[in-house]
């Protein structure tokens, strides 16, 4: 199983990122896949989580901001970020959960996780 997250880097505040996260190994429709991301000395939180319905969760520090969407047929997951701040500096990691009833959606769920990639904002 691979989860490869790619896009990272650093921009100026307002400016836009695009994350990837490109999945192999698992049948990726019988999971729910998310964002998530994390700064040091902090736990993991969730940024946004689609389920195999299509259904969509944000968060509510970057609902209106951010935007998930998947490619089921390539298997990639992506996270558009716009009107980036300081409080999005983080490693972003992507993360599968095996759906049994329904989604969770937190990290605790994650049955996979990629490496992350570091997004880091300048004001």
């Known amino acids: 199983v691979q989860l490869v997250e790619s896009g990272g880097g650093s921009v100026e505040a307002g400016g836009s990122l695009r994350l990837s996260c490109t999945a192999s190994g698992f049948t990726y429709s019988t999971y729910c896949m998310g964002w998530f991301r994390q700064v040091p000395g902090k736990d993991r939180e969730a940024v946004g989580t689609?389920?195999?319905?299509?259904?969509?969760k944000y968060s509510d520090s970057v609902k209106g901001r951010f935007t998930i969407s998947q490619d089921k047929v390539k298997k990639t997951l992506h996270l558009q970020m716009n009107n980036l701040n300081s409080e999005d500096t983080a490693t972003y990691y992507c993360g599968a959960e095996e759906i049994v009833a329904d989604c969770t959606g937190g990290p605790d769920a994650m049955d996979y996780w990629g490496k992350g990639t570091l997004v880091n904002i300048s004001s």
């Open positions: 689609i389920d195999s319905d299509g259904t969509i």
